[in-house]
């Protein structure tokens, strides 16, 4: 069955040290894959898109890998900061989909100054 | 000031009772989407409309309808036959449907209560 799974549990990292967060799909073949940031009570706000072509995007202390034969996307959030706290959600683009996107749970991220 | 409205944020209702959701963007994107999200799950689709008088279902569309008369509006009613209705729902929109490269754009959501 197709399935995209994040880090489950929430992820507590010290001020100024790079969190990792992990997005794992399997039986996708995704043109495409998304993070967005989502604040408590809030829609999800758009952070990186990384194309199946394209090994790695960076974006100012943002950081996305993408593996396609491991089925992986790693995002990096360096010298991390307490403003960086939310939950973090991978998004998959299918192939002829019409531009749906296909959600991972989310990772809840904090960081203590 | 563009972008994506949905009103209202919070709205509690009696079960059996329809309730209608309003979603308007006014960045002239074609695709608009609609999302439930329970707590801490991901978002799961609904319903999704690539083109005026146009739509498809989504993954969890039982319970739930739509329209899609203009361009800028998608308004979402959730149904009395929708067993659990109670969750955060989110509109999204995007410039463009099929296999184009673009993110979505969210609405600030709204939280229906139904006792």
């Known amino acids: 069955s197709q399935k995209i799974e994040q880090n489950s549990e929430a992820l507590n990292i010290q001020e100024g040290k790079t969190a990792t967060l992990t997005c794992n799909y399997t039986?996708?073949?995704?043109?495409?894959l998304q993070w967005y940031r989502q604040d408590p009570g809030r829609g999800p706000v758009f952070l990186l898109l990384?194309?199946?072509?394209?090994k790695e995007k960076r974006k100012e202390r943002l950081k996305v890998t993408f593996d396609t034969t491991l089925k992986q996307s790693l995002f990096h959030i360096t010298a991390s900061q307490p403003a960086d706290s939310a939950t973090y959600l991978c998004a998959l683009g299918p192939y002829n989909q019409g531009g749906k996107l296909i959600f991972g749970q989310g990772t809840e991220l904090s960081v203590k100054p | 000031d563009g972008g994506i409205t949905q009103s209202p944020k919070y709205l509690f209702r009696k079960e059996g009772q329809n309730v209608t959701l309003s979603c308007e963007q006014n960045l002239n994107h074609d695709a608009m989407y609609w999302y439930r999200q329970d707590p801490g799950q991901g978002l799961r689709l609904i319903y999704y409309?690539?083109?005026?008088?146009?739509?498809q279902k989504g993954d969890i569309a039982e319970g739930y309808s739509v329209s899609r008369e203009k361009k800028e509006s998608f308004p979402l009613t959730v149904t009395s036959a929708q067993k659990n209705p109670t969750a955060f729902y989110l509109c999204?929109?995007?410039?463009?449907?099929?296999?184009?490269?673009?993110?979505?754009?969210f609405g600030p959501g709204t939280r229906l209560t139904v006792t």
């Open positions: 990384i194309r199946e072509n394209e």
């Open positions: 039986n996708y073949s995704p043109a495409y």
């Open positions: 409309s690539q083109i005026v008088n146009d739509f």
């Open positions: 999204a929109s995007r410039p463009a449907g099929g296999d184009t490269f673009y993110e979505q754009y």
